[in-house]
């Protein structure tokens, strides 16, 4: 039985606590956060053993063979350190760390004590993008990416989100280095990250805060970003963070030589995209053809994954909790290769610099004015 | 206020009364109605937050000689509970996460909320009442028969956390917690449990009566009474239950009287708010429904959340009738606002509500 615990008890430590319960041959021997009433109303509401307040405890006491880390951002390094000094797997939560260089600290130190470390890129591992990822590696896009589009949205403006951060100066988010941004932009970069290889990468950011949330007194917050990565002028992507765009999309679309692919996170789809046109007029009648066919498709699919109980709406962390498992269990490879998640903090790192810079040269700019 | 109320009173009326959750809903009905009583040192704990609007009604309250002071806080802060508490002789505790989805954001705000303000106020050795807003949503309504009355001396649900309700579980740990600093402390403690508040500010159709999830409104309650309390009814039954000598320890429940059933209800709304389509289900295909989503979240380990189930059912749509029986010998309150006029100035807002969306 793997030995399984927690820390850090707030919104998303339940979603691990239910994918964990559903995973076969382990257990949560214990929870814990440094607020003890949230580490016992986990322990109250999921199968967990002990509950703690002090990390060193549940370590000593319950002795996990893996801890989920599930605290806010700034304290990941630190506490899955210790975890590893420890002698337990961790599992981190996204972001994952708040810079490349404790992401590189984290993972030599996994390594040379033996021990496996993975993210929480848990979307990478729904249904739809399990597919795309079969299709790509069986050739479909020709000989590799040449382009990629990644959207990730949040309806920022209409959310109490928003307004409990924008009056909570202390609250963890105006503690990270890139603010909001790093605690949701992390899945839509480390889908374009898992394309990539890492070589001589470019990345041109603009960011901006949105009229909306002007209006609501964020003008420290940017809520609008847009990137262009380019790597040895082979493969580019775009990335697209809006908090106003509507659909707030959660989509990737990645193109080979050959074909392209569009994955749809929220419906769950994922539609090909065939290279070749038809001649003449039959390409104006053939492919929405071929398009209502795929969609079927996809209903039929979805359809038999709720029929058969493996439709939820967090399958990809499960997916990717499992495969966690088995590369401790069994030796299987890591279900995120460390370079990925190395290469998503080093694109996120860039981008940070990059909005930093031009925020700095914006109050510059604002003080030359006033003098 | 006259001199014999006065005297039922535990403070005079220069004592300072802190109000948790004065920007809310009920919070700023209950500060108004503090001064209207005569009370002339009122300290509303606001979050930075709070909408702007609902601080100007606060602030908006002050009246000649009365002094209402707006803290700004979180009460999630150690520091920010001490600096409220401090000196104060009633605490109504209203703040918590009312709308809050998730158990751990729900719990967050109303539990550790309250745990913080209790040891806050062991501190400072002046409280002479801590007055716990708890609500109708804890009690269980199983093992019942019939059509009985649901009043203070019915059990709390045991296991909350089977209700799919976070807001619920919530609630059942906060009063649990109270009661464990007040055995623990000898805090004084007066706990009330308010049914369905409505009134301006609180417009949506409260799921006692139905649901809209699933596209249609489907009505659940038919011919069951729905416990209302116009909001300013309410505010003066916790003013009242606070100030009142000789309710520590006790539970007060709060209902208007007359009270409507379901079915008044939703066709007096759809007169007077706006029309829609509504499919009655009858208490018994509600139940059997109630199972078998129960059952289903259970098989399916979750992939449909546990949201309906057979003790939700029992809490929200099991036919019940209320008592304010308590209420009214104890503390002598009674519904200044009948259900009637209540009903019209909720549905002019609704009507208004209808009109900005
Ligand atoms: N409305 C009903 O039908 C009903 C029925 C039974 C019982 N109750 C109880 O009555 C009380 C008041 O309810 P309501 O309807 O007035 O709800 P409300 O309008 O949502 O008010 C709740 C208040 O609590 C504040 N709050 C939440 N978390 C806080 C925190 N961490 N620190 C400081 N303040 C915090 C909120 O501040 P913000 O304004 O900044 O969000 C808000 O002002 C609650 O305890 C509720 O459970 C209500």
């Known amino acids: 039985m793997l030995k399984v615990a927690i820390v850090g008890c707030g919104k998303i430590a339940d979603d691990h606590a239910a994918q964990i319960q559903r995973i076969e041959g382990c257990e949560i021997v214990g929870v814990c956060d440094r607020e003890p009433l949230m580490a016992r109303q986990l322990y109250e509401r999921f199968p967990v053993k002990q509950h703690f307040s002090d990390l060193r405890e549940l370590l000593c006491d319950a002795k996990p063979d893996v801890v989920h880390i599930t605290t806010p951002p700034e304290s990941h390094s630190d506490i899955a350190r210790l975890c590893l000094d420890w002698g337990s797997h961790v599992y981190v939560e996204k972001p994952f760390t708040l810079c490349e260089d404790d992401a590189r600290t984290l993972i030599a130190l996994a390594t040379e004590k033996g021990l496996k470390i993975t993210a929480g890129h848990d979307d990478q591992f729904r249904h739809a993008a399990r597919r795309m990822r079969a299709l790509v590696q069986s050739g479909f896009l020709g000989s590799g990416p040449v382009h990629m589009e990644s959207y990730y949205c949040y309806e920022l403006g209409q959310t109490a989100y928003a307004r409990a951060i924008l009056a909570d100066r202390e609250h963890w988010v105006w503690r990270l280095p890139g603010k909001l941004l790093q605690n949701i932009i992390s899945h839509g970069i480390a889908r374009i990250a898992e394309f990539l290889s890492g070589d001589s990468l470019e990345v041109v950011a603009y960011g901006f805060t949105s009229p909306a949330l002007k209006r609501m007194g964020g003008s420290e917050i940017i809520d609008e970003l847009r990137v262009i990565i380019c790597e040895q002028e082979r493969t580019t992507a775009y990335f697209t963070f809006s908090s106003q765009m509507r659909p707030a999309l959660h989509q990737f679309r990645i193109y080979g030589d050959r074909n392209g692919l569009i994955l749809d996170q929220d419906q769950e789809t994922l539609i090909k995209l065939r290279g070749k046109r038809y001649v003449s007029y039959a390409e104006k009648f053939i492919p929405p053809v071929s398009f209502a066919r795929q969609y079927l498709g996809n209903l039929a699919t979805n359809a038999r994954s709720f029929l058969a109980r493996d439709f939820h709406m967090k399958s990809g962390m499960k997916y990717l909790i499992e495969s966690f498992y088995r590369s401790i269990l069994e030796g299987a490879p890591d279900p995120i290769p460390h370079s990925q998640i190395l290469l998503t903090t080093r694109i996120m790192d860039a981008i940070f610099a990059q909005l930093d810079a031009q925020q700095q040269s914006v109050e510059s700019r604002v003080q030359a004015s006033v003098y | ?357």
């Not at chain 2, 806050?120 to 002046?126: F, G, L, P, T, Y």
Request: proline share 4%; hydrophobic share 35%.
């Open chain 2, 1 to 357: 206020m006259g001199q014999t109320e006065r005297d039922a009173f535990i403070i005079g009326s220069d004592e300072l009364i802190l109000v948790t959750g004065a920007s809310g809903f009920i919070g700023s009905r209950l500060v108004s109605c503090l001064l209207n009583l005569g009370f002339l040192n009122l300290r509303c704990f606001v979050r930075p937050s709070s909408e702007v609007t609902r601080v100007e009604v606060l602030t908006g309250c002050r009246r000649d000689g009365a002094r209402v002071e707006l803290v700004e806080g979180n009460l999630l802060s150690r520091e920010d509970c001490n600096a409220a508490t401090k000196d104060v002789a009633i605490i109504y505790h209203l703040a918590a996460g009312r709308g809050e989805k998730s158990y751990p954001d729900a719990f967050l705000n109303s539990v550790v909320t309250t745990r913080n303000l209790l040891e806050a106020s062991i501190r400072d050795q002046c409280l002479r009442q801590f007055v716990n807003v708890s609500s109708f949503a804890v009690y269980t309504n199983t093992k019942k028969p019939r059509w009985r009355v649901l009043d203070e001396s019915c059990p709390v649900e045991k296991h909350p956390e089977l209700r799919g309700d976070a807001y619920s579980f919530a609630k059942v740990k906060q009063d649990e917690i109270v009661a464990e600093y007040a055995r623990k402390f000898g805090i004084p403690c007066v706990t009330v449990r308010p049914g369905h508040v409505y009134g301006p500010g609180n417009e949506p159709i409260t799921g006692r009566v139905g649901i809209g999830t699933f596209g249609v409104f489907l009505h659940l309650a038919g011919s069951n009474a729905i416990p209302f309390t116009y909001v300013d009814n309410c505010a003066e039954a916790i003013a009242l239950v606070g100030l009142t000598k000789g309710t520590d320890g006790e539970v007060f429940n709060v209902v208007d009287d007359d009270l409507p059933s379901s079915r008044n209800f939703l066709r007096l709304y759809k007169q007077q708010v706006r029309r829609f389509r509504s499919i009655y289900v009858p208490h018994s295909l509600s139940y059997v429904l109630c199972y078998l989503w129960e059952q289903y979240a259970k098989w399916s380990k979750g992939q449909l959340p546990p949201t309906f189930n057979r003790l939700r059912w029992h809490a929200n749509w099991r036919k019940t009738r209320y008592s304010n029986e308590k209420l009214k010998m104890r503390v002598g309150w009674k519904p200044k606002v009948p259900m009637a006029e209540g009903f019209k100035r909720y549905f002019e807002a609704c009507r208004n509500g209808v009109r900005d969306a």
